[in-house]
Each structure stands twice: as structure tokens, then as C-alpha cells.
């Protein structure tokens, strides 16, 4: 096994961590409930190799940068969509069952924060 990973170019084989990470994001966005959290930490790493080693990637690069970004994309319409729910849920229980529009201007504005480039957890 070490002679045939020896024998792959360094790109192909990064490549293909990538995409594991691809798939890992999109597992746990696929979830009932989504597991926003988990899918948050593969998304941030796949940019963060995406982003550390640009133009080294080889011929895959360019689909995996499409890649994440249609994985960030889904995150913040996914945490939307859900942080709408649950403030439609809090106001239906407060203001006794009325419901008023308020998801067009959650989801218009992307409350959600970045996923990926820049840390909005407090760490950095």
C-alpha cells in the first residue's frame, strides 16, 4: 500500500481527502435534524486546505472550490431556514398562535454568519 500511495502524485492524493471532506459536510447537512455543528468543522477544514494550498491542487481545484461553495451555501440556507422556524415557533408561542412573516427577512439577510474563511465563534 505504501509503494502505490509512493507512486500517486501528492495533488491527486489531496485531492481525494478533499472530496472525503466534501462528503462528510454533506452527510451532515443531509441529516433530520441537520447536524450543523459537525457540518460546520468539515466544511471549514476543506477551505482551509482549499484556501492554504491554492493553485497546488492540481485539476480537481476548480471543482472543489465549486464544491465548497455550494456547501457554504447550503449551510447558510439550512441555518436559515431553521433559526426562521424556531422564531416563528417562539413567536407563535408568545403572541398566543398569531404568525407574522418574519423568514423572508431572515433568510434575505444570512444571520447564519460565514462558513469557512473567516472564525465567528470567538476564536480568532
Do not use: W
Amino acid at each position: 500500500m505504501r509503494e502505490e500511495l509512493a507512486k500517486s502524485p501528492v495533488e491527486v492524493v489531496l485531492a481525494n481527502h478533499c472530496y472525503g471532506l466534501f462528503e462528510l459536510a454533506a452527510v451532515y447537512l443531509s441529516q433530520l435534524p441537520p447536524l450543523l455543528d459537525q457540518a460546520r468543522l468539515a466544511i471549514d477544514a476543506l477551505g482551509a486546505i482549499l484556501g492554504g494550498l491554492e493553485g497546488r491542487l492540481g485539476e480537481a481545484e476548480e471543482q472543489l472550490k465549486d464544491g465548497l461553495s455550494q456547501l457554504r451555501l447550503a449551510y447558510v440556507q439550512i441555518d436559515g431556514a431553521q433559526r426562521a422556524g424556531a422564531q416563528a415557533a417562539s413567536e407563535a408561542g408568545t403572541n398566543g398562535g398569531s404568525t407574522g412573516d418574519t423568514t423572508a427577512e431572515s433568510s434575505a439577510t444570512g444571520d447564519a454568519g460565514p462558513v469557512g474563511d473567516t472564525p465567528t465563534d470567538g476564536d480568532g
